[in-house]
């Protein structure tokens, strides 16, 4: 195991990082925006080379970034929480029992606190985990989960969701969620406001007098407008984009480590391919938490198609290929002593 | 002058590796301990649990008096052991005596219907699943401080304060070769 701490450690080092650059990247883009709306707007314009005027925009922009920041590390597990619908997990029930101790039971295997449980009305099985820190997780699952599953086949989703919490998944997605619904908000007000005011055209025209000196400013004014229709375009694109390549090698490596805490690759295995089965989408999920769950929740996302572009625009590597990797795992194992764990994984309930 | 300047870099470079290591060895150290107190506090758990069960159970189970004979004792014998060693035989005999009850449990259907029984069984599977997560998290804390404790050079750092290898967790030999509870053990010959 000593390995695999170590590339826990790493894990984690590399989630705090990109978190750094999210944050950074947010915070630029929207200065960015905020300087391009400056001259949309005309609170800045280009006389002689130089710029004039007061760039409130700019500053609005960045001090909202910096907000936005605050509020999606300090807020996003709630505001994530609340877009979904979920409510904290409450013992009503024998089955609502089995997964607060089935939570317990993993947090102690991957030697973590124990995250709250939160119960999400839903009948399509799933579950995703969010929080800041470990000390501060949270892990939602679906009704449509505690009925598809047995005990087994809990510990090894929930075994998959406490890797997240454990490798700092958790803050990175969580950030990238409340981040890009942030840029989609900017995005979508700064294009209608482009149509409002009149275009592109705008700046350059009332800047424009006849003299030559006069029109190359104008003629910044309208590139520097263009560029901010370019950005708001591309801006929510992209962002959808980083989601997407940051979340799907995770889902392999928190296979694994679901694995490393149930010594069992049949849970998760058969937890899968359960999963497969169904075909019902997520209603409280949209394109923003999608890359959260531990399958993709949206409609018709969950083909087997390969390739490029496939690969490319999809949050979730296919579940084929994670269920034949982890039998793969099982068939490795299958011919050792199992180890100490993996006594812990019998007694389900109604055998 | 650059002469002293080198070595003075490299006695400072020396001493903050020294300094990271030694700390590195605590928080290992600590961290062994605390998974040690976790399989405890599931134990002690465990012993409070096992009476109320016994309660439940036992005007339903009248053939398996010996099962639960078996669980009872080890349970005292745990509570009352001298040291640790004796202590550790008679949890694992517990571990043995509860998984057997458990799996022959499944043979009243009455017991299903009693609501009690079924949190108090509930209770029971995930006190057991705790208990061997604990000690697969402790094994593994175990292991990662022997090897620092081996591995050169942190081996130099170790020996100077001190720092002693951890004992791993041994499991009775049976409950390590019964990955999963066979319900059809009711009818093997039990087992001491």
């Known amino acids: ?351 | 002058m650059s002469g002293s300047l080198i070595f003075l870099i490299i006695l400072v470079a020396v001493a903050g590796w020294a300094m990271l290591a030694y700390n590195g060895l605590v928080s290992l150290r600590n961290q062994v301990q605390n998974a040690w107190r976790q399989i405890d506090v599931q134990l002690r758990r465990r012993h409070d649990l096992i009476p109320n069960l016994v309660e439940a159970v036992k005007g339903y189970m009248q053939f398996e008096r010996d099962t639960l004979t078996q669980v009872v004792e080890a349970r005292a014998k745990a509570v009352s052991a001298p040291d640790q060693a004796s202590r550790m035989a008679a949890e694992n005999q517990i571990t043995a005596g509860l998984g057997r009850l458990l799996a022959v449990m499944e043979n009243y259907p009455q017991l299903k219907s009693d609501q009690n029984v079924l949190k108090l069984q509930e209770e029971l599977t995930t006190t057991e699943n705790q208990i061997a997560f604990s000690r697969q998290a402790y094994n593994d804390s175990v292991m990662q401080l022997n090897t620092r404790i081996e591995s050169f050079p942190t081996n130099l750092i170790a020996s100077n304060f001190g720092f002693k290898q951890a004992e791993y967790f041994q499991g009775a030999p049976e409950d390590q070769a019964v990955p999963k509870v066979d319900l059809s053990m009711s009818g093997a010959p039990p087992r001491a």
């Open chain 1, 1 to 351: 195991m000593a390995a695999a701490r170590t590339d826990f450690w790493e894990l984690e080092r590399r989630n705090r990082r990109e978190t750094v650059i999210l944050v950074a990247v947010f915070i630029v883009l929207f200065t960015v925006l905020g300087f391009g709306l400056d001259f949309v707007f005309h609170d800045l314009t280009i006389v002689d080379g130089t710029l004039a005027g007061f760039p409130m925009l700019t500053l609005i922009a960045l001090g909202f970034g910096i907000f936005q920041s605050l509020l999606s590390y300090y807020g996003g597990a709630s505001l994530v929480l609340a877009s979904v619908q979920a409510r904290e997990l409450t013992v009503d029930t024998p089955q609502h029992q089995m997964v607060l101790d089935v939570v317990h039971e993993m947090a102690l295997a991957a030697r973590m606190p124990v995250p709250t449980a939160y119960l999400m009305n839903d009948p399509s099985p799933n579950a995703f985990a969010t929080g800041r820190d470990p000390q501060h997780s949270v892990i939602c699952v679906t009704q449509g989960l505690i009925d598809t599953m047995d005990r087994e086949e809990m510990q090894g989703v929930l075994g998959h969701e406490m890797a997240h919490v454990r490798d700092y998944d958790i803050r990175t997605m969580m950030m990238i969620a409340v981040l890009v619904a942030g840029i989609a908000m900017l995005a979508d007000f700064m294009y209608r406001s482009m149509w409002y005011t009149g275009g592109v055209g705008g700046g350059g025209e009332r800047s424009g007098g006849s003299r030559d000196d006069d029109r190359s400013g104008g003629n910044a004014g309208a590139l520097i407008g263009i560029l901010v229709v370019v950005l708001a375009v591309l801006a929510p694109f992209f962002a959808q984009l980083l989601a997407m390549a940051v979340s799907r090698q995770r889902e392999y490596l928190a296979d694994a480590a679901s694995v490393e805490f149930t010594r069992n690759p049949r849970a998760l295995l058969r937890a899968l391919e359960r999963i497969a089965e169904t075909e019902s989408p997520l209603r409280n999920a949209s394109r923003g938490t999608a890359h959260m769950f531990i399958v993709n929740p949206l409609q018709g996302a969950r083909d087997d198609d390969e390739g490029f572009f496939a690969n490319l625009f999809s949050t979730h590597p296919p579940l084929r290929r994670r269920i034949e990797r982890l039998r793969a795992m099982l068939n490795e194992a299958g011919g050792e002593a199992p180890l100490a764990g993996a006594a812990a994984t019998t007694h389900t309930p109604g055998g």
